[in-house]
Structures are given as structure tokens and as C-alpha cells.
């Protein structure tokens, strides 16, 4: 591995379901945005398909399969707005994502975060959680041309620290965002929101996988596979939890 890689990577996160349990209300906004167009009955298993994709695309799938007049930008503005009363006042930060983020911000690494939310409801989660004071550097999938599988909103988040894409480690939750991170170059920790898809090829490989998901992702184990030998880990140098992909 190259020295200077193991010594500073930049770190992009997901912020949906990666550093914050937020799909709970983005199925909800979702659910309750369908419901004032004339859909009831929206149900869990059916927005679970749009994980890891941008709020827009999800809506113009959406748009087409229940015969919705109102244009993709009326749809997204409805829900940013029932997406940003909720997130004010009932968004949590994962525990373990967030002893990680202080742990990299204390050793001075560069972080963005990467999301297919809006810019708006991108703020609104990070300074309700308190993650804004580490966390000062976000784009969001509405600012390029193309939104997760594709690379752009990776590609952007490394320009803007100013790290080439192969100095950067992303963390996701979602299969689109670890096959936008391999098309961009970058190597990736994936913590499957939903654990019982981590034998999807697309997490399999990625290159350090946390296979129960966020109850198993540890910060310690995340950091010293970053930095070796930066923090004492049990037996050979990685949590029991997490596998290393080749």
C-alpha cells in the first residue's frame, strides 16, 4: 500500500442510513407525500428499492408508476419540506459513526459527506445531530449531473477537500454508493443498511465489509484499518466483525 495513502485519506461519507438512521423518515416523508397525490399505502418494502439513489430519481420512478401529474421539482420540493420537519427533531447519528468521525477529526484527516439528499435537508441533519462541527465540507446529488451508481457526487466531494479520487475512502450503507465509490476510484467501507443483502457482489467487493451492518461496524476496527498500528485491535489487527476484501 502506498505510504502516503495509509497516512492521509480523505474520508467521504453517505449520510442516509451510513452516519445517521434517517430512512425512517425518508419513508416517511416519502410515504406521506404519495398519500396527499392520491397513493395510500405506501409500505417499507416498497421504498426500500430506493436506497442508495437520489431523492429526485426515486420520485420520477415514482411519478411514472402511479400516474402523477405534479412534476419531479413539485415532488421534491413537497417532500424536502416534510423530510426537513422531521429531521429537525427526530434524526439520530449512528453511535459507532459518530466515534469515528470524532476519531478521524482529532487526527486532522480531511472529511466531506456525499449524499443523494438535497443541500437543505443535508444541513438540516448535520447541525440537528451536532455532526456539522466536524462535518463542514457536504455535496449533495442535486449539485451533479448524475447521481450514485454513477461517481460524480464522489468525484466532487474530492475536489472540493482537494484529494485526488484514489486518496479517498468513502463509507456506505447502500450498493449504488459502493459502485459509485469503485467508479471513482476510491476504496470503500461498506456498512450495509440492510445486513441480509451484504452477500450482494457489490458489497462483497468492497474493501473492508462489515456484514451485520451497523450493529457490528466498530470505529476502532474502521480507524486501524485506515491507520495500522494507530490503535491496539484484537489478534491479527481487525475486529472479528469486519473482512477484509482483496
Known amino acids: 500500500m502506498n505510504s502516503s495513502r495509509a497516512q492521509a485519506p480523505s474520508v467521504v461519507f453517505d449520510l442516509d442510513g451510513t452516519l445517521v438512521d434517517s430512512e425512517p423518515n425518508a419513508y416517511e416523508s416519502a410515504r406521506l407525500l404519495l398519500e396527499r397525490y392520491g397513493v395510500p399505502d405506501f409500505t417499507w418494502e416498497q421504498n426500500a428499492r430506493f436506497l442508495g439513489i437520489s431523492n429526485r430519481e426515486a420520485l420520477a420512478v415514482l ?3 402511479y400516474g402523477i401529474g405534479a412534476g419531479v421539482d413539485e415532488l421534491a420540493a413537497g417532500q424536502d419540506a416534510i423530510y426537513l420537519e422531521l429531521a429537525r427533531t427526530s434524526t439520530e447519528p449512528f453511535a459507532e459513526m459518530r466515534t469515528f468521525v470524532e476519531m478521524l477529526h482529532a487526527r486532522g484527516v480531511a472529511m466531506a459527506v456525499a449524499s443523494g439528499s438535497s443541500p437543505a435537508a443535508i444541513a438540516a441533519v448535520l447541525k440537528g ?3 456539522d ?7 449533495s446529488a442535486e449539485e451533479v449531473a448524475r447521481g450514485k451508481p454513477e461517481p460524480d457526487v464522489f468525484l466532487e466531494a474530492a475536489r472540493r477537500l482537494g484529494a485526488a479520487p484514489a486518496d479517498c475512502v468513502v463509507v456506505e450503507d ?5 459502485a459509485a465509490a469503485r467508479a471513482a476510484g476510491m476504496r470503500c467501507i461498506a456498512v ?7 452477500g450482494d457482489p457489490v458489497f462483497t467487493a468492497a474493501d473492508l465489509l462489515f456484514p451485520g451492518g451497523q450493529g457490528e461496524f466498530s470505529a476502532q476496527g474502521a480507524y486501524a484499518w485506515l491507520f495500522p498500528g494507530s490503535v491496539p485491535t484484537p489478534a491479527d489487527g481487525r475486529p472479528e466483525a469486519a473482512r ?3
Open 63 to 65: 411519478r411514472t408508476e
Open 129 to 131: 445531530t451536532g455532526l
Open 133 to 139: 462541527a466536524y462535518l463542514t465540507e457536504y455535496v
Open 174 to 178: 447502500a450498493a449504488p454508493g459502493v
Open 192 to 198: 450495509p443498511y440492510v445486513p441480509a443483502t451484504a
Open 244 to 246: 477484509r476484501i482483496s
